[in-house]
């Protein structure tokens, strides 16, 4: 849940703003918050996600961060990497929605 709204603020970071007026923010897939969800994300789950930026390798795969084989890799890991890949595929701006 907190990568996915990580994600969601990555692309779209001035709804999330507190400033921005809203009383109720809406994650898709996730659901709606009275309160900013942005206080729910922590440095860890930004630190997740600027380690999938580095390892993906778009339609060539990944690299994973210790360089070797996908099953050497914390099963943790890759769930986590497959939610963040979903998640940003969900919340690309220049992908049109159906």
Known sequence: ???R???AIRSDPGYFEAW???AEWEVEGVGTFAENPRARVGDDEWALI???RRCDKAMSGRDWPDGRAVLDQPMVLIEAFDVIAQALYDFDPKRQKS
């Open 50 to 52: 600027a380690m999938y």
């Open 20 to 22: 921005h007026g809203r």
């Open 1 to 3: 849940m907190k990568l």
């Open 5 to 7: 709204i990580a994600c």
